[in-house]
């Protein structure tokens, strides 16, 4: 391998790693904070994630290998490794912000289920008059709990039905959210006991009894209500006596 051809991997190395670190930070702010276990998954920061690490983390070094020649003065090869980095920034500040307006905000209980509500769902204008609830606006620090109350007339009720028909779920109907506590009886109305849940699934025991042990929940206390995450069909866990601290099981519990 010629020196040249050396310099220009030394150069893409350097650029690698320093994007691996700044990429490192953004992927704990994403996986830890916007996007705690587990919507990570389920809520598309892992789709979002490996498109920031694919345009920022492959594609930049790459174009640093290409453009870097040691015989070009070393301002020229600067000037076009910064001019590089620069749109590596851009992208990655917009990769960052879309992944911040997709984050999952909001976990609603829609009478007899819950669903994750995501930040971009919500209308603006709505939210604005929903100021009592949400006081300090959307969460960044994961999805906080949240209910719903019924239509108060039937002009509303066929509002929130077309605009649910139209693809905005009840639950991101900011004009019918309520604070959580205000539901919680009702939540524990439509709770099944998690036994249930291992009748129903027998196969999944292990798994619901390992949820129970590591979040030391006692079969006795512990009730279940379907969850609903974009397409996707979980299950949230609940201590009937602290209804405000939800685990989450992959398991499709909805009945027919």
């Not at 866990?237 to 499709?252: G, R, S, T």
């Amino acid at each position: 391998m010629g020196e040249g051809m050396r310099e220009k991997f030394k150069a893409a190395g350097i650029h690698f790693l320093v994007g691996l670190v700044l990429l490192s930070a953004v992927f704990c702010l994403i996986y830890f904070v916007w996007y705690p276990a587990p919507f990570y998954q389920l809520s598309g920061g892992q789709d979002l994630m490996e498109l920031i690490f694919g345009v920022d983390l492959i594609l930049g070094p790459l174009l640093t290998w290409v453009v870097f020649n040691k015989k070009k003065p070393l301002r020229t090869n600067l000037l076009d490794v910064a001019a590089i980095a620069c749109v590596q920034l851009a992208a990655l500040g917009y990769g960052v912000y879309t992944v911040l307006q997709a984050r999952p905000v909001f976990l609603g209980f829609e009478y007899y289920r819950f669903r994750v509500v995501h930040a971009n769902e919500p209308d603006p204008q709505e939210m604005r008059k929903a100021i009592a609830v949400i006081p300090h606006g959307l969460p960044l620090w994961g999805p906080k709990m949240l209910g719903l109350r019924k239509p108060a007339n039937n002009q509303e009720q066929t509002s929130s039905t077309m605009l649910a028909l139209g693809g905005i779920s009840e639950a991101a109907q900011a004009n019918l959210w309520v604070p959580y506590e205000k539901v919680e009886p009702k939540v524990l109305a439509q709770a099944h006991p998690v036994q249930r849940l291992i009748d129903r699934f027998p196969n999944q025991a292990d798994k619901i009894q390992k949820l129970l042990a590591d979040h030391q929940l006692a079969l006795e206390d512990a009730v279940y209500v379907p969850l609903i995450v974009k397409d996707a069909f979980w299950t949230v866990v609940l201590d009937k006596n602290q209804l405000d601290k939800p685990y989450y099981l992959d398991i499709d519990s909805f009945e027919n």
